[in-house]
């Protein structure tokens, strides 16, 4: 099946400076990539996804690069906010469609 | 904004007993799935649900794990003999075009097994 790796496992970075997590996949017929964000003790919710048929896609401070050949893609929040501190975790559809399979998650803290 | 919404918010239960867990998903969705987080961990895929059936299955989903939609509005993960490391949050989330569309999230049922 397919593994997904993400990291780091935490991040600290100073309010208004840009913050990156990179996930790796295994499986290359996988083809939706998602990054859900996940406040203390609330349930995931989505802030980002791309396909495969594009490299980057972006939205507002958010955006997404996706490197098919290499199979990994990574997340960039530019100019960040107290409010963007929460787990983020990415996550890849498999080939059959059916089954997510989520990073392990990295903890980001924007330091006022 | 419709959401997913599940029951109860936290369920205690001791080790051997059966529990279920209720979601009702979005009205017009067709795609449902059930995920686990055990505290601090990553959520983990545990079964996904189209047309009155199930479309794929983890390893965590074993014999013990069971799914249904016994009306329109309910969807049930059904755990038959709790385990002490059955203790998760236990996710449902629906979505109204399959998985590769954004997946809804419930706010999550926290199971302790004593």
């Known amino acids: 099946g397919e593994n997904v790796e993400q990291h780091p496992s935490t991040l600290s970075v100073q309010e208004g400076d840009s913050a990156v997590i990179k996930c790796t996949y295994s499986d290359s017929a996988s083809n939706y990539f998602p990054w859900y964000k996940q406040e203390l003790g609330k349930r995931p919710q989505l802030i980002i996804d791309?396909?495969?048929?594009?490299g980057e896609k972006k939205d507002q401070r958010i955006a997404v690069t996706l490197n098919k050949t290499a199979k990994h893609f990574s997340l960039h929040i530019t100019e960040t906010q107290p409010e963007d501190s929460a787990v983020y975790f990415c996550?890849?559809?498999?080939?059959?469609?059916?089954?997510?399979?989520f990073g392990t998650g990295t903890s980001l803290t924007v330091i006022p | 904004e419709p959401e997913v919404t599940q029951t109860p918010s936290h369920q205690v239960t001791q080790m051997g007993q059966e529990v279920i867990l209720r979601c009702v998903p979005i009205s017009n969705h067709l795609y449902f799935y059930w995920y686990r987080q055990i505290l601090g961990q990553k959520v983990e895929f545990l079964v996904s649900f189209y047309n009155n059936e199930i479309s794929e299955k983890s390893e965590i989903f074993d014999d013990q794990f069971s799914v249904e939609r016994p009306d329109g509005s309910n969807f049930t993960l059904k755990i038959r003999s709790t385990k002490l490391e059955d203790s998760a949050m236990y996710f449902c989330?629906?979505?109204?075009?399959?998985?590769?569309?954004?997946?809804?999230f419930g706010p999550g049922t926290r199971l302790t097994v004593l």
């Open positions: 791309i396909r495969s048929n594009v």
């Open positions: 996550a890849a559809i498999d080939h059959t469609g059916n089954q997510f399979y």
């Open positions: 989330a629906s979505s109204g075009q399959g998985a590769l569309n954004e997946q809804f």
